[in-house]
């Protein structure tokens, strides 16, 4: 029906960058808030970063001037661009976004498969 589909992870070392990309395709009719979790091994999954469909943006305290999220309403993606990348970075990254679909314009949140980033020297 709808899917997500992450790219742009990988190894980087620290203080590099990295740009996550996140493409939503199917039977959609408008995309609302779209968001980048993230979850370390033995962790929680936690939210990184979540951006709507009017460009407000919102971040978590320890990503806060070195990540930014954006989107291109065109394409139905949104990117997180990753700088001063830190050991503690590292995660499966997994995008999430609010989507009505068609053609009965319900409202579903679906999920990327997930993409690793590791920051290590």
């Known amino acids: 029906q709808v899917q997500l589909v992450e790219s742009g992870g990988g190894l980087v070392h620290p203080g590099g960058s990295l740009r996550l990309s996140c493409a939503a395709s199917?039977?959609?009719?408008?995309?609302?808030?779209m968001r980048w979790y993230r979850q370390a091994p033995g962790t929680e999954r936690e939210l990184v970063a979540a951006i709507t469909s009017s460009s407000s943006t919102n971040y978590v305290d320890p990503v806060k001037g070195r990540f930014t999220i954006s989107r291109d309403l065109a394409k139905n993606t949104v990117y997180l661009q990753m700088n001063s990348l830190n050991p503690e970075d590292t995660a499966v990254y997994y995008c999430?976004?609010?989507?009505?679909?068609?053609?009965?314009?319900?409202?579903?949140?679906?999920w990327g498969q997930g993409t690793q980033v590791t920051v290590s020297s």
């Open positions: 999430n976004a609010v989507v009505t679909t068609l053609p009965k314009k319900q409202i579903f949140a679906y």
């Open positions: 199917g039977s959609i009719f408008s995309i609302g808030v």
